[in-house]
């Protein structure tokens, strides 16, 4: 049990959940790369892949090597912040270049929401040890919400498998890693409140 909790926990890792998010984007609802040729949408995932996995990647295990953090899981609360902040500088890097590129504009309010909960999350570590793993599963949750309210998208199954897939998720962190109860919860919730919002409110308005 303990080590499908740790391989579930390795494939939904946070740093995955944008590239996993845009590329569900781009699968499921058609008007979002309905300008984009074949070869644009593999351009686009490889440029998330490499600005939201790639980058933070090489950053932290330059962090490793200069002490800042001890692991790229990141164990203590106090080594997150400055992991935190990179994320942020690439999230925001990515976001301009998605604005860069033609993209029905639920794209880029489905990134702002990203970075909405990755800053969420940062301003909550220095004090309480917020679930990230969670917080990636409920924006990736959130955002499948987002598409199924704005465009009417038949996506029952989807978000039934990734409800399934967060509850499967938190309980491999509960397993695996010191969260309690309440730091999944609300890093489920900071998730979906954020992607979610982001995605509705500008239609809304």
């Known amino acids: ?12 890792h946070p740093l995955l959940m944008p590239f996993y998010s845009v590329w569900a984007l781009l699968v499921l609802d058609p008007h979002v790369g309905y300008f984009l040729q074949p070869h644009g949408r593999l351009l686009l995932l490889g440029m998330v892949a490499v600005m939201t996995i790639v980058f933070p990647v090489l950053s932290v295990l330059m962090m490793m090597r200069t002490g800042l953090v001890s692991s790229l899981e990141l164990p203590r609360r106090e080594e997150r912040m400055a992991p935190y902040l990179m ?84 309980t491999s962190r509960l397993l695996t890693s010191d969260h309690t109860h309440a730091q ?5 919730a900071v998730g979906v409140l954020c992607t979610f919002g982001a995605m509705v409110l500008p239609m809304l308005g």
């Open 87 to 170: 994320t942020l500088l690439y999230g925001g890097m990515t976001l301009y270049l998605l604005f860069r590129t033609p993209l029905h504009p639920i794209a880029y309010a489905l990134f702002t929401g990203i970075l909405c909960a990755i800053a969420i999350s940062a301003s909550i570590t220095p004090w309480w040890k917020i679930s990230a793993h969670m917080v990636g599963i409920g924006g990736f949750v959130g955002m499948l919400f987002g598409l199924w309210f704005v465009h009417g998208l038949d996506l029952f199954a989807p978000i039934v498998a990734a409800i399934l897939l967060a509850g499967a998720l938190a």
């Open 1 to 12: 049990m303990t080590v499908f909790a740790r391989i579930l926990s390795h494939v939904l």
């Open 184 to 188: 999944t919860l609300v890093g489920a």
